[in-house]
């Protein structure tokens, strides 16, 4: 069982550090964001040798972030033209690389220092997942409960297949439609101004971030429906699904011989049962909720992972950029290995086999 | 049914409870401002983004200060503009700091400040690549042993333009960086041209660097008018007025000198149509740059009992690019045929709703003297084009397709992707170009990739939005040949171009100057590297809270915040 374990985990973190070195490799083979300070400088030229002094500047800058060096360990070099044999064009660079110094800094905690701002990349990740986690992680609880009790509902109700088409025309919607659906329904002084705009509010005292967050509940209401609204119909309609096709196994029909109510057939027999093929829609939830937090955070003006991905990425800021991804990647990882877990706790089969 | 019902019915009515119970307390006297993006950081020496170099302005001080109603560059730390003297080649700047001035603690500013702000910009191991670049051109300071606050600076460049240059970076405290004075003895001129040997002789570089690197940007004191009390970034960012700012005591301080509002907060909000709900519910005050369409939609709504509407003529103008260096548009014949190929006054209506206006030029008709009125305004005319790609050597197929050296005439226009306005002018110009039997491709492209391609002139034409200024006139990074691989993305080589830009910029007299511009717009008509499509306004939306004398300005960020004051007629 621990060898099992122990293979599966060493599984993930290669598969992590896999995906993780492409885009390295990837995101650095884009230009760094040095135009606004070249535009604003350019204003300034005044002297013959301006522009020789940008391209100093330039230099310089990249020299202080470290961006001279090579990517990685072999890099391509173009080809002259009397060099006609194309293993020539490979180079060996060394542990002189962008890459190694990068994965040296990962494995003692350094995730390096963001390119805008000169703060650490992993302060930056913190603040940020203070607003998120609790963000995506209520949204995940509430999707799990209201899919459960939705799912109940209608696998005991056959007639409501207008709910059913509800939710399909739910899960048809992208999440910035929804979001700004909400907003304009719920936050618009033309129609029912009920939840604040924007935002978390004016936070006047040292209170964190995350003790701000719930103790000013309705700035949450909008951006959590949101997420849990354009979550919900897959795993509710699945379980559905699978609750239906319990319902028609014969111990439900044993269950309902003793004389329980439908209801308590599907709650206390179907349910344990529907609910193994959902364990890995909903450990998927969480990387999924993290991915629409980024359209949620812009469009409700919070300050959390989504948005600072998505500057990040807009301004090429490559460190903080892979630090965000390998906290989604991580995220990612986790709920797999916590889908194989679910299972094997939810069916006891699944344990013998192992043993 | 009734369960169902029953749950969403008890959901609904908690989550009004929620918001009951959610307050929203916001100062009387406050200043709210959208802001799309965070400021980022307000480290003056890293500083790029426009919402940073705002804040940081509020909170420090510069001797000098572009003035967008004057048009000129205006004295604030500085008793008055420096007096201009020669020695040899070099050109000698003296300038007086103001009696009044003071830090926070009490202290005057001093020439000494300023010393120490030079060298802190010229200081290895700090973030300095573009400031030593842009300030290179000031070899020296020398102080005045007789008077604290007086200084000369001595400059390389003969250039008119060094004098607003040579006062618009921020002056730091030394009290506060260097309270032993540390950097005191370490020559200017040295650190400018051999750091290596600076630091090796005065290891307080070293020390000072680190100090500066490890102490937060934003508790820098600064003398400025406000001072950062809050910042919660990608949320907001509160300023406070200073209860003694040293410009009190000026005697009839001018506009530039006078902090309205008691306090300013910026909201980040990314999203526009969030920001504009906000501004209808009262929750901020003042929304700069809203969209064209958004702005004539809410002028023309009922909103206008709550909020007032402000425009100012810009200098963010539109610009079409040619490759000069791209042998189908070596000839200035053919990019003129391809200028006549864009609808000017359709696109301003299509992407701005009207709210632009034209020139013949980059200069702004504005400038009376120096706009070349009497060149015509570019017209929307594809007969005038296939003449002119007649004449330019292009011959038309029984196809319709216009071929020379036994090459089609085929370019493809690139303009930032997320940008709709260009993307509309690319789309025209291809619907106008196809008609006319030219193929042309809309390139949509990522904004840093374009402007990697743009510098390598891998790029037949370009849609982008310039922003100038209108302090002074340099050409020299967008049009001259040695601005070429950096910002030149036309890749426009003339050699008259290149002597009218260097003598525009070296030229001190006023109507001498106008002269060379005016040639140089004539240059620039019949050459055609790039053509001006239009000048934006720039739009502006303000509660009725705010005193109605708040106006639209013509430079970035499009409103004076030092103006901006709570109606005292209204609450809120």
């Given amino acids: 069982m621990v060898r099992r374990v122990l293979g599966r985990f060493l599984q993930l973190l290669l598969t992590g550090w896999g995906l993780i070195t492409v885009l390295f490799v990837l995101v650095h083979s884009l230009p760094v964001n040095d135009a606004q300070a070249t535009e604003r400088l350019a204003d300034r030229l005044e002297t013959e040798t301006s522009a020789e002094k940008i391209q100093q500047a330039q230099q310089a800058a990249r020299l202080r972030l470290g961006l001279t060096k090579p990517v990685f360990y072999i890099s391509y070099a173009p080809v002259s033209q009397h060099q006609m044999r194309p293993a020539a064009r490979w180079r060996w660079n060394g542990t002189h690389n962008q890459y190694h110094q990068w994965l040296n800094g990962l494995l003692h905690g350094n995730l390096g220092r963001s390119y805008r701002t000169e703060e650490p990349v992993s302060t930056l990740l913190a603040s940020a997942l203070l607003v998120t986690l609790p963000l995506t992680g ?12 939705l799912g109940l509902w209608l696998a005991s109700r056959p007639g409501l297949r207008w709910l059913l088409t509800g939710l399909y025309a739910l899960d048809s919607l992208p999440i910035f439609v929804v979001a700004l659906l909400l907003l304009l329904l719920l936050a618009n002084p033309d129609f029912l101004a009920l939840f604040p705009t924007y935002g978390l509010g004016m936070q006047d005292d040292e209170t964190s971030s995350i003790v701000y967050l719930l103790s000013q509940p309705a700035f949450l209401v909008l951006p959590l429906a949101s997420l849990v609204i354009t979550a919900l119909t897959e795993p509710t309609l ?36 529907a609910l193994l093929p959902i364990f890995t829609l909903f450990t998927e939830l969480v990387p999924n909720l993290l991915a629409g937090a980024v359209v949620v955070e812009l469009i409700f003006a919070l300050p959390g992972l989504g948005r600072l991905l998505a500057d990040a990425a807009a301004t090429h800021d490559y460190p903080v950029v892979l630090g965000g991804i390998l906290v989604v990647l991580a995220a990612r990882l986790l709920t797999l290995a916590l889908a194989d877990w679910l299972y094997q706790l939810a069916d006891p089969r699944l344990r013998i086999g192992i043993q | 049914m009734k369960s169902f019902s029953f749950g969403l019915l008890a959901l609904l009515l908690g989550c009004i409870g929620l918001t009951a119970c959610t307050s929203q307390p916001d100062a009387p006297e406050s200043v709210r401002i959208r802001w799309a993006t965070d400021p980022q950081t307000l480290d003056p020496l890293l500083a790029t983004a426009p919402q940073a170099i705002e804040v940081i302005n509020l909170l420090h001080g510069s001797l000098l200060v572009g003035d967008y109603q004057s048009q000129r560059y205006v004295p604030w730390l500085a008793q008055s503009l420096p007096v201009v003297s020669r020695r040899d080649s070099l050109t000698l700047l003296t300038y007086t700091l103001r009696p009044e001035a003071t830090w926070d603690n009490g202290q005057p500013v001093v020439a000494r400040d300023v010393a120490f702000t030079l060298k802190v910009l010229n ?93 937060p940007p934003n508790k820098l004191p600064g003398c400025g008018p406000y001072t950062l009390t809050a910042w919660a970034k990608n949320r907001y960012l509160r300023l406070q007025r200073k209860s003694k700012w040293w410009a009190r005591n000026v005697r009839n301080a ?26 209808r519910r009262g929750s901020i005050d003042l929304y700069p740059m809203p969209t064209a369409r958004e702005f004539n939609r809410l002028r023309h709504s009922a909103d206008t009992a709550n909020l007032f509407f402000r425009v100012a003529d810009s200098y963010d103008m539109t610009v079409v690019g040619f490759n000069t260096q791209r042998p189908a548009l070596q000839n200035a014949l053919t990019r003129r045929a391809l200028s006549m190929l864009f609808d000017i006054p359709g696109l301003v209506q299509a992407t701005q709703q009207g709210l632009a206006y034209r020139s013949v030029s980059l200069i702004n008709p504005h400038d009376k003297l120096a706009y070349n009125d009497s060149l015509p305004l570019p017209a929307f005319n594809p007969k005038a084009a296939a003449g002119l790609l007649q004449q330019a050597g292009w011959r038309r197929q029984p196809n319709g397709t216009w071929w020379q050296d036994g090459k089609q005439l085929a370019l493809g226009v690139s303009y930032k992707a997320e940008d709709s306005g260009h993307e509309i002018i690319a789309l025209q110009f291809q619907a106008a170009a196809k008609k006319l039997g030219i193929l042309v491709k809309a390139q949509p492209r990522n904004s840093e990739l374009l402007k990697k391609r743009l510098r390598k002139g891998e790029i037949d034409m370009y849609v982008r939005t310039m922003h100038g200024n209108p302090f002074s006139y340099n050409f020299k990074p967008i049009l001259h040949s040695k601005g070429i691989g950096i910002l030149n993305y036309t890749h426009f080589q003339n050699a008259e171009g290149d002597r009218l830009i260097d003598a525009i910029s070296v030229e001190q007299n006023t109507m001498r100057k106008a002269k060379l511009l005016r040639r140089f717009q004539t240059l620039l008509q019949q050459e055609s590297p790039l053509v001006v499509l239009y000048f934006a306004r720039h739009r502006l939306i303000a509660s009725r809270r705010l005193s109605p004398t708040v106006q639209a300005t013509s430079i970035q960020p499009g409103y004076d915040a030092l103006q901006l004051k709570p109606n005292s007629s209204s609450r809120r």
């Fill in chain 1, 138 to 149: 209520l949204a995940a609880l509430l999707t799990i409960g209201l899919s459960v009790v």
């Fill in chain 2, 123 to 215: 200081c290895p191991g700090l973030p300095t690549e573009y400031m030593r670049a842009q300030y290179g051109f000031v070899l020296d300071i020398e102080l005045d042993a007789s008077n604290a606050r007086r200084f000369t600076l001595v400059c390389q460049s003969a250039s008119q333009d060094i004098i607003g240059s040579s006062g618009d970076y921020l002056i730091l405290p030394e009290y506060s960086l260097d309270p032993q004075g540390t950097l005191r003895p370490v020559p200017l001129p040295l650190l400018r041209t051999d750091t290596l040997a600076a630091v090796q002789r005065y290891p307080a570089l070293r020390a000072l660097a680190h100090r500066y690197r490890t102490s």
């Fill in chain 1, 238 to 273: 699945q379980l559905v699904s699978a609750l239906r096709h319990e319902a028609g196994l014969p111990y439900t029909q044993t269950a309902r011989a003793k004389g329980l109510l439908e209801k308590q057939v599907l709650r206390r027999h179907a349910l344990r049962n």
């Fill in chain 2, 254 to 279: 001018p506009r530039w000198l006078q902090a309205n509002a008691p306090q300013l907060d910026f909201r980040i909000i990314p999203d526009d149509a969030t920001a504009l709900l906000a501004l």
